[in-house]
């Protein structure tokens, strides 16, 4: 059970850390660089890729290649999701966008659908509306407006993004050298970003990078491994995952943080956990 509280609490903490950077005047998209190139090393030595792999010619290379924009653009947006709208509800809409697969699964792959998941999906469309609601703040409706399109952005980002890992496994590429090289061309992506802007590197910003990526890794390691632990029973793994980032992360968003939440934004946080339950095979 270890390998699923740490992958939660490593998912957690990178919110938390997307969450002070800007009070520690972190810039994001540099540190965002360094965690490519930290995971992708992690990645070599941990899990062992064999990169001769994708020399296969079935190896699916556009999904590749739009993984290495989607992967830093959408962590640009998870930041920016944190930043205006908070560590709870940026939890929540990541969390979410599970349901976009299941989604495409009976619109795109032609999958049965039955009452459970239907009703899971109109759950989780509830919260997800219930999430983008935001109260006006001090700094007016342009402001709540761009908090619901960066909650927006997550969900329709990590959803998309779920649909291409699931994809690339269906082809038969090995999940490890696929995830080397997705890490890999999102950090030449975001360096190129970088080197055309002239940023000007800063230590903190490199210490944070590597910070998150040691949290981004462990994230996906440790879930990878609850899922070898527990192979009998995925649906345990799925559900504490999502329901425990989501509780975890309304937990130091509003404990801690101090973030405020509207009745209907914490009605969206129950639904969402509602939706995941509802999903559990029976």
Same mark, same amino acid.
């Given at each position: 059970m270890y390998t699923l509280i740490i992958s939660i609490a490593c998912s957690v903490a990178v919110s938390i850390l997307l969450k002070v950077a800007r009070r520690k005047d972190i810039q994001i998209d540099q540190a965002i660089a360094v965690?490519?190139?930290?995971?992708?090393?992690?990645?070599?030595? !941990?899990?062992q890729p064999e990169p001769s792999t994708l020399l296969n010619p079935a190896t699916p290379?556009?999904?590749?290649?739009?993984?290495?924009?989607?992967?830093?653009?959408?962590?640009?947006?998870?930041?920016?999701?944190v930043r205006h709208a908070g560590i709870v509800l940026s939890d929540a809409?990541?969390?979410?966008?599970?349901?976009i697969p299941l989604i495409a699964s009976f619109l795109l792959f032609g999958e049965a659908l039955s009452g459970s998941k239907l009703t899971g999906i109109?759950?989780?469309?509830?919260?997800?509306?219930?999430?983008?609601?935001?109260p006006q703040t001090q700094q007016g409706s342009g402001e709540t407006l761009k #908090?619901?399109?960066?909650?927006?952005?997550?969900?329709?980002?990590?959803?998309?993004?779920? !649909?291409?890992?699931?994809?690339?496994?269906?082809?038969?590429?090995?999940?490890s050298s696929s995830?080397?090289?997705?890490?890999?061309?999102?950090?030449?992506?975001?360096?190129?970003?970088?080197?055309?802007?002239?940023?000007?590197?800063?230590?903190r910003n490199v210490l944070a990078g590597v910070l998150l990526g040691l949290l981004n890794f462990s994230n996906i390691y440790f879930y990878i491994r609850a899922h070898q632990v527990f192979p009998e029973n995925p649906t345990l793994v799925f559900s504490a995952m999502?329901?425990?980032?989501? #509780?975890?992360g309304t937990l130091v968003g509003a404990g801690f943080f101090k973030e405020k939440l509207s009745? !209907?934004?914490?009605?969206?946080?129950?639904?969402?956990?509602?939706?995941i339950v509802i999903l559990i095979p029976r």
């Open positions: 965690n490519y190139v930290v995971a992708a090393g992690l990645c070599l030595f !941990i899990l290379w556009w999904i590749l290649v739009t993984l290495g924009v989607l992967l830093p653009t959408i962590f640009l947006a998870m930041a920016a999701a809409a990541q969390r979410l966008s599970l349901f109109a759950v989780a469309l509830t919260a997800l509306v219930c999430l983008l609601i935001r #908090s619901a399109l960066y909650l927006l952005a997550v969900w329709l980002g990590y959803g998309t993004i779920d !649909i291409l890992f699931k994809q690339m496994a269906k082809s038969g590429a090995v999940f995830l080397l090289a997705s890490f890999t061309l999102a950090g030449i992506l975001i360096f190129a970003y970088l080197i055309i802007r002239r940023s000007v590197w800063k230590r999502n329901i425990g980032v989501i #509780s975890l009745l !209907i934004n914490v009605l969206g946080i129950v639904l969402a956990i509602s939706a």
